[in-house]
């Protein structure tokens, strides 16, 4: 197109700006399908995993709800020992659940303050 003088060759500069215009039409909408396609990609990866996640952790849940993580030793937990041990009621223990809290809090604080 830079060798056509746009005066004397209209009709050739008009003919060729328009079928540009179609490829780079038809371009962007390759594009945005494949970018569509990667973007859906991404989040089925990331929800299944979060799914598969949330399943294993109410899977562990269930079957070890009346196991403590850990015992400490005796009047370490004081003032709320019986809140940390809730399902398994063991004494100066810390349940699956609130292991699982304190975990939850603990990445989530991290990853507010790297941010």
Not at 57 to 66: A, C
Request: net charge positive.
């Amino acid at each position: 197109m830079a060798g056509l003088s746009m005066v004397d060759e209209f009709a050739k500069c008009a003919k060729l700006q328009r079928r540009c215009n179609h490829v780079e039409s038809i371009l962007k909408e390759n594009m945005n399908q494949r970018l569509n396609k990667k973007i859906k990609l991404q989040m089925l990866l990331i929800y299944s995993f979060r799914a598969l996640n949330g399943t294993l952790i109410l899977w562990l849940w269930y079957v070890y709800k009346n196991e403590p993580v850990i015992i400490l030793s005796e009047d370490v937990l004081w003032p709320i020992q019986n809140f940390l041990s809730w399902p398994c009621q063991h004494k100066n223990a810390i349940s699956l659940l609130a292991w699982l809290v304190i975990t939850r809090l603990g990445v989530s604080t991290c990853k507010k303050l790297h941010m």
